[in-house]
């Protein structure tokens, strides 16, 4: 059982409806302190409510939740909390320098360490010599920066990213890859919700995937990306006999051509293969390897249909 205070977010049995819809059905999950945790899902699978309710914005209809060790209606607790919506609207009039100044203030930061604070982070987005500049000025790109580095000015313990690299190109992708691997080196819990999978790949500890509002299933990346793989095997003389005793040792078994696909769970099973390939008569060139990615695994998991 994982103690109490590695515990960053707790929830159980969290359950919103609006009307006759239920938008989460039962939200149950554990994320650990200084940990980088993805949340996944199709649209309309509740992941945005869900985020609502962890962050007090939407009452739950059901259930309990703790952040940091406090229950949702502890208002001190947001105060160690940075948040990056995905749909956010900020004021037009306001200047770079001026919308992080409002959010310090917000936050009660003494003046002297707001404004360091904001040189400091708008060194680390690229936006120094855009201080000055209007947000209605602002590229999408621009845009994201700076709400990303608002959600990061209260050096929060706990921040929640929706979406965090909507607008940017690849080398903006990289730099909230970089700030990322930043806020785990600290210690700073990172709850991400993208839908770039090759980004949660390379960044997550792990992942949770949600589907029709309900969590079912959570990994580490490491162990999902070591459990299934499909294997490419190019022999000669596969017999219809052979690939029945080959479909004993693996999943998904078929012949194309002098190739022979098949899904196995384990690297374990790889020596058993050839084996039985050899005994069987056929003529092995080459054993290929192939493992899945996040997004083979997303579309295993949650369907093709995304559950709606």
């Avoid at 309710?53 to 939740?65: D, F, I, Q, R």
């Avoid at 708008?122 to 845009?143: D, R, V």
């Amino acid at each position: 059982m994982v103690p109490t205070e590695a515990v960053a977010i707790s929830s159980q049995g969290l359950k919103k409806v609006f009307d006759d819809k239920v938008a989460v059905e039962d939200l149950s999950l554990e994320v650990f302190r200084g940990e980088v945790f993805g949340f996944l899902g199709p649209n309309g699978a509740g992941k945005t409510t869900s985020v609502k309710m962890l962050l007090g914005l939407v009452h739950p209809t059901e259930g309990s939740a703790r952040l940091l060790g406090s229950p949702l209606n502890d208002w001190r607790i947001r105060q160690r909390i940075g948040f990056l919506p995905e749909h956010f609207r900020f004021h037009d009039w306001v200047s770079a320098r001026e919308f992080l100044t409002l959010h310090g203030r917000l936050y009660k930061m003494p003046d002297r360490v707001l404004q360091a604070r904001i040189e400091e982070l708008l060194e680390l987005i690229g936006l120094t010599q855009h201080a000055s500049k209007k947000l209605g000025q602002f590229s999408k790109g621009m845009l994201q920066r700076i709400g990303l580095a608002q959600s990061l000015l209260n050096q929060p313990d706990l921040v929640f990213l929706d979406e965090p690299t909507s607008g940017l190109d690849p080398l903006g992708r990289r730099l909230v890859r970089d700030i990322i691997r930043d806020l785990r080196a600290r210690g700073t819990t990172v709850f991400l919700n993208s839908h770039l999978l090759s980004e949660v790949e390379i960044t997550c500890d792990r992942v949770s995937f949600v589907k029709k509002g309900r969590v079912v299933q959570t990994a580490t990346m490491s162990s999902l990306m070591e459990s299934e793989f499909t294997v490419d095997v190019r022999a000669r003389g596969v017999t219809s006999e052979l690939l029945g005793r080959l479909s004993c040792l693996a999943s998904n078994v078929r012949l194309d051509g002098e190739h022979v696909l098949l899904g196995l769970s384990g690297e374990d099973h790889l020596p058993m293969i050839t084996r039985a390939l050899v005994e069987g008569g056929a003529e092995v060139f080459s054993v290929t390897p192939q493992r899945l990615s996040l997004e083979d695994l997303f579309v295993k998991i949650i369907g093709t249909d995304g559950g709606l």
